[in-house]
């Protein structure tokens, strides 16, 4: 079976996953399965957790959220199904805090492509199909495990310029299914990099409101982040980015500027959410969010890859 074939194979196979995994069906029994697991410890603390959950639950579910699209049409699918461009290295990389995440193998690999995982988890030397390398000193000197993804997504460029042409940062809850290399074929040369569109929401304040439902990053300083940039002149009506999987040209100026941007508005405003800090970090550089979102509409929906929840080992 040559490579077209064999990605064509995989693709379509994990398409049937996905399409499961969203089904009503599979849905009900996940919260059918959820019900038993709140009801199976009633103890004191496991009714406070399981009411706690609850609580976020019902407030994410009032949140701003609009209805999930397909991450490509099916003629866009079809076009995607081929193996990245040869000549360029291409490095997927990763990053596990701790035991933050379950880390997987990636099932698709070609010599062409490395996968490296950076982690300050020394049981994870010998992950299967990943390079081990420690965190690098400056994640370290963050001294919070919470920064290190956030950091290692937004310096592609310290971290592998001088070895490879591209990179494909990946969430520790990503496995990557098939030839991630394709993703760099989708970067506009305007941009230098490429995301999916988020899937949920359009806006910074829409995504406020989620991540302060559902107990995510520091509200007060997400409130602060958010009325600093409508101060600033920021328009709400700039778009929104998913920053699970970032394809990046390793040779792109603009792209370094930005994810440099990026990573300074992310670290003045403390408020733990690097979704809401990038669509101002673009701004601020004079980058439009449309050539950057040419990656999909739905990262959960993509048969390249599959997203698990976050959690602990």
Known sequence: MDEASAIRAIETL????????TSKEYLAGVRKSNVRRFLSDMSPAGVKRALRELKAYLALSKAPHHPEQPNLTPEEWEASLRPGDPNKRVVVYTCVAGSYDVLRPPVYRADRISYVLFSNNEHLRDAEGWEFRPFPEEVKRLGANTLASRYLKSHPHELFAE??????YV???????SDLSYYVELIDPAVGFTMHRHRHRDTIAEEALACKAAGKGNAEAIDREVASYVAEGFPLDYGL???NI????????????AFLAWWEAMDRAKGGRDQISLPYALWRCGIPLDPAASMGRNPYQDTKINIAGHRRS
């Open 246 to 257: 970032v394809a990046t040209d390793l040779t792109s100026d603009i792209a370094h500027k």
């Open 241 to 243: 980015l998913e920053t």
């Open 171 to 177: 969430d520790g809850n990503v496995q990557p299914i």
């Open 163 to 168: 070895s490879f042409d591209a990179s494909v």
């Open 14 to 21: 994990n398409a049937q996953i996905i399409e499961l995994q």
